[in-house]
């Protein structure tokens, strides 16, 4: 019996380590351990019911106002006791959060194996987004086995020296639970969407929180979501606002008194899948809408200057528009009424996966530990 342990703390982590970690459950060579460090404490448990997900370890390390070198240092001090005493064949951790990079290097420093899920993800500055893009190329360096989501994300690893035999193309493992969760139709959880009559009626989906959005970039994203909605009264723009008072601070003042704005709290999972699935497009600063809302059909504009996920604009289903007031009112407006420029972008084929990549993960981890052989890699 193969012991592998998940470490994960935020809700998109939970949501794409989710599958995999059912899918190792349900293979029964291995005992799945999971961790959590518990940042994104009410949403992370949430995600983790939703899918039937039992942490064995809780690493709770969240304190009001911290900063990173503090979840670093917590995340190290917490999770090395845990491998010591558990002696995990392998760490998981997903993406480029700064507690996975620290959970990586926790393992590192115990000499076990870390499995880096969607590996490869590259922006061309370090710097940006901030603290993500350093986090991923650090993970890089520790890791024993990457799993790319795409042959981009392989080609950057490969530029960057990493051994191709250690690299598999899985595809992005969030597509496999929004498909699950998104094409079953259920009423909405949350009382504010669910008193909202959002049905029969155009929607936009709004979400903002990225470090790098804070300030002046937020404001301008602000006002040009107060033009949209008094020029559109017929649309409805829903905006589930974070937690961080940061983003509530701009967000709420400058929105709450307008009629066809709804904001809500941060959404459960099955929630947000389910809005997704009924707006027309999708406006974000988020790494993982921008590869949920394409498996749905939704054009996604990027409140961004550059993405490490570049796929989904090179195919046509995703456009940077950074946080320039003038260019999101322009954008936002084109799609609400130009059809054809519209259906350009909801055809495009989602580059982000085709919702097995639970299962090449866990094929990918069988032919690591040399109980079976990888299944092809995904292609778009």
């Known amino acids: 019996m193969v012991r592998v342990m998940p470490v994960y703390g935020t809700r998109p982590e939970a ?35 939703t899918f039937g997900v039992v942490p064995a370890t809780d690493l709770d390390i ?74 991923r190329r ?27 035999s250690t690299i598999a193309v899985t595809g992005n493992s969030v597509i496999d639970a929004f498909l699950a969760t998104a094409r079953e139709p259920r009423p909405f959880e949350d009382p504010v969407l669910a008193g909202a009559a959002l049905d029969g009626r155009t929607v936009v989906l709004v979400t903002s929180h990225r470090r790098e959005s804070w300030g002046d970039p937020m404001r301008r994203t602000a006002s040009a979501l107060v033009r ?40 459960g999972y099955t929630d947000f899948a389910q809005l997704t699935a009924r707006s027309r497009l999708v406006v974000t600063d988020s790494g993982g809408v921008q590869e949920e809302a394409p ?27 950074g946080t320039d007031e003038e260019r999101i009112v322009s954008e936002v407006t084109r799609l609400l009424h130009d059809d054809a420029y519209f259906a350009t972008m909801a055809n495009a084929v989602n580059p982000y996966g085709d919702g097995h990549a639970a299962q090449r993960s866990v094929a990918a981890l069988d032919a690591f530990f040399g109980r079976g052989a990888r299944l092809p890699d995904f292609e778009a």
């Open 15 to 49: 949501i794409k380590m989710a599958p995999i970690v059912k899918a190792l459950e349900a293979d029964g060579g291995y005992e799945v351990d999971v961790a959590v460090t518990g940042q994104h404490r009410e949403m992370l448990d949430q995600v983790n019911r």
């Open 228 to 267: 949209l909605a008094t020029d559109e009264p017929d649309v409805v723009f829903v905006l589930p606002l974070h937690a961080n008072p940061l983003v509530r601070e701009i967000f709420r003042p400058a929105l709450e008194d307008l009629p066809n704005v709804v904001l809500t709290e941060p959404l």
């Open 138 to 164: 650090l993970l890089t360096r520790i890791s024993s086995l990457h799993l790319a989501p795409t042959t981009g994300s392989k080609d950057n690893l490969l530029r960057e020296g990493v051994d191709p």
């Open 62 to 135: 969240f304190a009001h106002g911290q900063g990173l070198e503090a979840v670093t240092s917590r995340t190290l001090e917490r999770l090395t006791p845990v491998l010591q005493e558990r002696r995990p064949d392998a760490v998981i951790v997903q993406g480029d959060t700064t507690s996975a990079f620290a959970a990586g290097l926790a393992a590192f420093y115990q000499r076990v194996p870390v499995v880096h899920v969607e590996a490869g993800l590259r922006t061309p500055t370090i710097w940006s987004p901030f603290p993500e893009e350093g986090n």
């Open 295 to 321: 498996s749905l059909g939704k054009p996604v504009l990027v409140l961004r200057e550059d993405t490490e996920r570049p796929e989904a604009v090179t195919a046509g289903t995703a456009l940077l528009v």
